[in-house]
């Protein structure tokens, strides 16, 4: 099958943790006999890195290389809420993001259009879909349906676009909530996030009797993954259980915040 992908967030050099997630579901669908190709905006982080079978385009949709924000987690402060850049971005985005997937479906000819987050990738793919009469899926991711929630026009965008869609999938049952109640559809699919169980699998070398206790927090270091409620929790459980150790994982921009704290 021929897949033309389409992200906001992608890894823009080797060991970015800007969703790594999305890389790995591109290249899974490279290892499974699908002939991928995935359109990300650009950074000005973006250097070359091995992509392992996935056609990689990064597309420009401002004249002005520090202004290119729309993505790779900067869209939002702290994912709480849009920068004001970002508003003014949102039109141009759309627009090349546009042309640059129509390039890429007339020269692969592809069967499908796979979009990652309903806003705003889906706005492009949704109307290359459309003109094409080829099918959508579209895959949500959290931030995306936050957008949609916002206000009105939001969340008026964000249902035309899954009206457009064969497919919708969610990684979690709250997302999926939340997106039904955005105008997601009833049958939204429920598929959380695989896991490569020859990568990550339990040492069984180790004696783990005399390991520690460890509650291990890992992910994008933003308020609503909830790393500082944990931390605040910390002095409590550890007049409980003094041997606990808690290894926190990640980066964002809240990472100085949660030092401090």
């Given amino acids: 099958m021929k897949i033309a992908l389409i992200a906001s967030s992608y890894p823009r050099y080797e060991g970015d943790g ?52 729309m993505g790779h987690g900067r869209a939002l402060e702290s994912d709480v809420r849009l920068r004001p850049l970002a508003v003014f971005l949102i039109p141009f985005f759309v627009v090349a993001a546009f042309i640059h997937l129509w390039k890429i479906t007339t020269r692969q000819k592809s069967d499908v259009i796979y979009a990652h987050w309903v806003l705003p990738n889906g706005l492009p793919a949704a109307l290359v879909a459309w003109l094409r009469r080829i099918p959508l899926v579209i895959s949500l991711h959290g931030s995306d349906v936050y957008v949609a929630n916002k206000n009105v026009l939001y969340r008026a965008l964000a249902g035309w676009v899954f009206r457009r869609a064969k497919a919708v999938t969610a990684c979690s049952p709250e ?21 490569d169980p020859q990568r990550f699998h339990p040492d069984l070398r180790k004696n783990n009797r005399q390991m520690k206790p460890t509650i291990s927090a890992i992910g994008r270091m933003v308020y609503k993954k909830g790393f500082k409620v944990l931390v605040a929790a910390l002095p409590e459980v550890l007049a409980a259980h003094p041997l606990v150790r808690v290894v926190i994982g990640g980066e964002g921009p809240v990472l100085e915040e949660l030092k401090q704290q």
């Fill in 18 to 69: 800007t969703a790594p997630f999305i890389q790995a579901i591109a290249e899974g669908l490279v290892q499974l006999g699908h002939e991928v190709e995935a359109l990300v905006p650009y950074d000005p982080a973006v250097r070359p890195m091995e992509t392992h079978g996935v056609r990689l385009h990064h597309f420009r949709y401002t004249w002005r290389k520090h202004w290119h924000i």
């Fill in 175 to 195: 997302l999926k909530e939340k997106a039904i109640r955005a105008g997601g559809p009833a049958h939204t699919i429920l598929l959380p996030y695989g896991i």
